[in-house]
Every structure is written in structure tokens, then in C-alpha cells.
């Protein structure tokens, strides 16, 4: 029989049972007690060899290991490093006070391994990274049928120093199929952060987010508000979304969604309300404008009439300066006719054949030396503030 902890989480139920072929594969336990590393272990003579002797054994060569690294780190030194923090106890420490050269993490999870890229530049850099690879049975891979633990220890590890400045985090959701994948490694991080008495420098997020919890019963696969708590006050400012693609999950049955999605969460989060740039170009983030006003560059899916008639009624925070939103090509002029006709002038005639993109609109506000300028494009527009009115003739 199956052991119960490998039992489907849905199959305790019958009615849950068609989705036994979508779920996730393996959710790990999720305790933190999996990062810290064994203890002493007494000898048994009946052992052929003492358990204490290979441990000395291993001690003694990480000492010479980590001497090798201890003034000055490079980034082929974090395997090693990694090795090193699980060998007992007083070397995981030695190891956490360690400063590693890292600008940027990325972590992709795919249905049976993880991969960890870690670079010591910014993404305008090409060099090539480190690219450490978990999963159960590979030569030079590490070999644990916890793999995922595993990861996210070494995750962790190598995001806890206090004075790491992180440019870009990354959490990807790799290799679309016919099932969801499992990212529970990402529960097990966040369990691991509550050690921590400080918060994570992230300065751009990019999360790839999993739909399996609306269709599936009894799953989490949205971690996105924990994570953006973990990270420290006023420091993201940018926030990159995608949507693991389950096209081909969805299309083997009739599966209909048991709730639907929830971003309230993710609003109401300080890192959110002080980003400055989302990217959400699968359409993710619920079209709550009231939470989008505070950025200053928006990369959308695409506007509708809806959205064009919101931004008459409230000013960007940043018209100041320039506030932008890129989109996918709006073909039909009419849309922005019919969304601001009436509501300011613009700089051709709208009932004109010619009239077209791009356009700008122009509005009075109370500030009566400048006015608000709408300029449109059929695949972006722009907010801003002008100093002087317009000195060209106006259509209303």
C-alpha cells in the first residue's frame, strides 16, 4: 500500500480524485529543521567504520577547503562553500558570516530537478554563472531524495547575509506539461526567513506564478505576498510577473476553477506600494488601477475603454516626471475617442479621417499654469505634466 504521506492530496476524497492527474508531484514537509546540519552521533562498535571518524575525517578537509576562501570569495568558491555548511554544526556557522559576491539569484523549478544560476554582476553583464543543479540521481548533481530540500537550504543559505545587496531575485516555474509542478520549496525558504532578524535587499522580483491552487483542492502555489514581505522596506522597485502556462494541464479534463484568483494580499503589502515598475505582460494582476496609480511604469497585456476612462479621474504620482504604460497594440482608435471625448482637447481633429495615433490629449487642472498631457501611441501612453498650455490649435 502507499505509504499515506505520498498519497494524493485531493484522493482522500473521492469527488477530488480526477485531479490526482494534475497535482503536483512530492510536496516536501516544509520544517526548518531540514537547513541545520547533523549532530554527533555516538559510536557503535558494531559499525565497520565509526561514524565520528568520517566525521573527523570531513571537519579536517573543510577546514582546509574553507581556508582557501576565507579573506576573499569568488563565485566559483559557493559550491564548496555550500558543501562545507553541511558538515557539522560549527562550520554551517562559519559559513553564514561569509559575505558571497552575489548580484543575482535565479532559481528555476521544474517537475523532477532545480536549477540555481548565481551570478556576481547585474543582467547588463554577460558572464557566465554558477549553476548548481538539484535533483535525485545525476552524476555531479546532488544526489537526495529530498532534493527540493536540499535547494531550498542552499537557497537560503545564500540569501540570509545581512549585507547582501541582491539586484535581481528570481523564482521561475520551468517546463510547461500536462501536470502542475510542485513549488513548495518556496514554503520551506519563507519558513527559513522567519530566523532571520532582518530582511532580504531585493532590488527587482520576477515570479513566475502557478494557478494549480484555483483549480486543485487543498494546494497553495501563490507565495508572492510572503515573499515581498520577506524583502526589506524600500528597496524593490521593480516587480516582474508570468503565469506558468497550463494549457496543456487544463485540457486533459473538464476542470473548473474552485476560487478565483486574490492580489489583496499582494496590495496591501509595503514592497508593493513602494515599487516604481511592473511587468505583467500575461495579464496576471487584476486590472485594480486604484493599486497600480502609485508606479511609474506599467508593461500590460493590453488597455481597454475602461482603462483609458480611469486615468481622467486620477492623477499618476509620478505625472511629475513621466508615468508610462506599454501594452499590446490597440488597433481601434475609437477606443480613445470614445474614452476622452469630452474631457479635454486633443491635437487633431477626432472626426477627421487622419485622425490617428500617436495623439496627445490635453487636460485643464486646478493648477491653472500647467496642464496634464495624455500622449498615446497604439502600443504605449504617457502622463506627464506640462509648464505651459499648448501652443497649436485644439479639438475637442
Known sequence: MEPSSKRSRASDNPENEKFDSIKSKDPISCDPKAYDPPGPRSNIDSDPVQFETVRDVFEE??????????????????????????????????????EIPIARLTVSIFTDFVIVDIYDEDEEVERKP?????????????????????????????????D???????????????????????????KLFERLE????????????????????????????????AFQPGTLKKIDLALWNDKEVLGRGMYERIRELNFEEVFNTRKWKEATQLDDLDGLVPKDWDNFIHLKTINMKSVDQNDLKYFLNYI????????????????????????????????????????????????????ERRVLVYKLDNDRFE???????????LWD
Open 383 to 393: 502622463i506627464y505634466f506640462q509648464n505651459e498650455k499648448p501652443n497649436c490649435e
Open 130 to 162: 554558477i549553476v548548481i543543479r538539484y535533483q535525485k540521481t545525476e552524476e555531479r548533481s546532488i544526489t537526495c531524495n529530498d532534493y527540493k530540500s536540499v535547494a531550498a537550504c542552499d537557497i537560503f543559505f545564500l540569501l540570509q547575509h545581512p
Open 198 to 229: 532582518h530582511k532580504v535587499h531585493v532590488e527587482k522580483f520576477i515570479y513566475t506564478y502557478s494557478r494549480e491552487e484555483l483549480y486543485v483542492p487543498n494546494t497553495v502555489t501563490n507565495y508572492l505576498p510572503q515573499l515581498l514581505r
Open 316 to 367: 499618476p504620482k509620478y505625472a511629475d516626471s513621466i508615468f508610462e504604460v506599454t501594452y499590446e497594440k490597440l488597433e481601434d482608435i475609437a477606443v480613445v475617442k470614445a474614452s476622452f471625448r469630452g474631457h479635454g482637447k486633443f491635437d487633431a481633429d477626432p472626426d477627421s479621417t487622419e485622425f490617428d495615433f500617436p495623439l496627445k490629449f490635453y487636460r485643464d487642472v486646478e493648477d
Open 164 to 190: 547582501l545587496k541582491l539586484q535581481i531575485l528570481t523564482f521561475y516555474i520551468c517546463e510547461g506539461g500536462d501536470r502542475y509542478v510542485d513549488v513548495s520549496l518556496q514554503k520551506l525558504i519563507l
Open 61 to 98: 578537509q573543510a577546514e582546509l577547503l574553507t581556508n582557501r576562501f576565507e579573506d576573499s570569495v569568488k563565485l566559483q568558491d559557493i559550491p564548496d562553500i555550500l558543501f562545507s555548511r553541511r558538515i557539522s554544526k560549527e562550520l554551517s556557522e562559519r559559513m553564514e558570516e561569509i
